[in-house]
Every structure is written in structure tokens, then in C-alpha cells.
């Protein structure tokens, strides 16, 4: 009794130039990040076709706001802080109050999306719990690999620090 009123594509658009392209094997349980401007959507894949997929308002525009309102600037160099500083090794270690480094740019951009960031990483790791739970996996399903794609996936070291807070 269900009827479809709305699709997202950019999303099934990315699933499917990955397939074409051979990114990853069928059997293989996949996760898709596709960070937008306004929205993420995370899918995931298992054998081959997508069995779950989620948006969240967790996006470019409200990623570059948190750098507005944590470092108080304007919108214009906001943005262009997110591209050119991202998230540094140095901003996110939890000495870097003691090292006297607080005010310098990166450090507080980096702040800024670490915190925001730290947002994105929890929706993922609820997804994905909620995920494996559904299929009565839970304790020993992985996901073998979570590809970034979209504005927001070049993020700089962005990778890295999904990784690190998912174990993957």
C-alpha cells in the first residue's frame, strides 16, 4: 500500500558508476557514504544490491556552518578553510590545548569539524549497528569497506578519521 513519491539519485547514481567500474566484489558488504551539500546518505550493499539506506542532515553547508560559528568568520572563508585545512593530525590530538597551539587556524578548523565530524561518525556506527542487528549479525558482521563519495568525501584526512572512530 505504499507509493513511491520521491527518489534520491544521487546516491543510486554513485552505487552504480562503483559497479560499472568494478569497485568492489558482490559477495562483499559494502558500505556508500555520499556526502552532499545539504545531506549525507549512507547505503549499504550486501551481495551486490543496497539493503539499507539512511539520510541525515549532516552535510558540506552544515559542516562549513560549524567553522562559521566555532571560529567566527564569514561563510566565503569558512568554506574555503574547510577545502584547504580539513581535519589535521595535530588539531584532533587531545594535548593540543597544552601545546599552545589553540589559536592557530588549523587547529581551530580542524576543531570545529572534529566536533561536527564526531556527529557523522556516531550516525554511521548507529546505521551500522542497527544494520547488522537486522540481519541477526551483529557480533561477527563487519563491513568489509565504506567508500566516500560526493563534494564532502574531499574533505582532507576525512578517511582517516571515519576510520579510526569505526575500527574499519
Not at 552505487?15 to 552532499?36: H, K, S, T
Request: glycine share 8%.
Amino acid at each position: 500500500g505504499y507509493r513511491v513519491t520521491a527518489v534520491e539519485p544521487d546516491i543510486l547514481a554513485s552505487i552504480a558508476a562503483c559497479e560499472a567500474a568494478g569497485v568492489w566484489r558482490p559477495q562483499e558488504f559494502i558500505g556508500v557514504l555520499e556526502i552532499g551539500r545539504r545531506n549525507s546518505t549512507l547505503s549499504f550493499l550486501l551481495q551486490g544490491a543496497a539493503r539499507f539506506v539512511r539520510s541525515f542532515p549532516i552535510a558540506g553547508d552544515s559542516i562549513t556552518q560549524s567553522i562559521v560559528d566555532y571560529c567566527q568568520t564569514d561563510y566565503d572563508t569558512a568554506e574555503t578553510q574547510k577545502r584547504e585545512i580539513g581535519l589535521s593530525q595535530m588539531a584532533l590530538e587531545e594535548e593540543r590545548r597544552v601545546s599552545g597551539h589553540e589559536a592557530d587556524p588549523r587547529v581551530r578548523v580542524s576543531h570545529a569539524l572534529g566536533l561536527y565530524l564526531e556527529r557523522l561518525s556516531a550516525e554511521l556506527d548507529h546505521s551500522l549497528r542497527y544494520f547488522t542487528y537486522e540481519l541477526g549479525q551483529a557480533k561477527d558482521r563487519r563491513i568489509d569497506c565504506l567508500y566516500l563519495v560526493g563534494g564532502g568525501a574531499l574533505l582532507k584526512n576525512l578517511a582517516a578519521f571515519l576510520s579510526s572512530r569505526l575500527n574499519a
